[in-house]
């Protein structure tokens, strides 16, 4: 029986690395998520929503430093408030007339939601320590949202994706 639980494990883990996963650090967190998939989905539909955004001189995720010099001890934290933020305040209010630009959309949210729930089970074991820094770092990404309209932040904000994903990798 304990030699099954080894090899169940075994091909779970080839499983996962096959599909294209990677398995990132965030402080004590270690989430495992396909970066490769959000990207092309992404990359399929940036320039649509990038060409819907009429604000060029501001942006959501890009504010001198929002996400550059966290702590390593606080990344789980602003990780976590990050994907509450593109569940909850983004992909909801990101539909355009096009069904494909909404599949991918849908597709890039379903990603977020099964990696939002790993984050909350870790934050949940109290494994994320949510210091000043993150804190006033998320707080300036939620006064750049709102300085905007609800539509136009939700597609700003899904334009930025790729400075969060290039984040999340630099910082794993």
Not at 65 to 81: G, P, T, V, Y
Not at 102 to 119: E, G, P, T, V, Y
Not at 154 to 170: C, F, P, Y
Request: charged letters at 20%; a positive charge.
């Amino acid at each position: 029986m304990k030699g099954s639980h080894i090899f169940l494990f075994s091909a779970t883990c080839c499983l996962m690395l096959a599909n294209g996963s990677k398995i990132f650090h965030f402080g004590p967190c270690r989430i495992s998520m396909s970066m490769n998939e959000i990207r092309a989905g992404f990359a399929a539909i940036k320039a649509n929503i990038q060409g819907r955004d009429p604000i060029r001189t501001v942006s959501i995720l890009s504010h001198p430093h929002s996400l550059h010099r966290i702590k390593s001890s606080e990344k789980c934290c602003i990780i976590h408030h990050l994907f509450n933020f593109y569940v909850d305040k983004v992909f909801k209010y990101c539909t355009t007339e096009d069904s494909y630009i909404n599949r991918k959309i849908s597709s890039i949210a379903n990603s977020f939601l099964s990696i939002k729930r790993n984050l909350v089970q870790c934050h949940n074991q109290n494994m994320c320590k949510c210091g000043q820094e993150s804190t006033e770092k998320f707080k300036q990404i939620l006064t750049n949202y709102k300085g905007l309209n609800v539509t136009s932040a939700a597609m700003k904000s899904l334009g930025e994706l790729d400075i969060l994903l290039d984040w999340m990798e630099k910082s794993h």
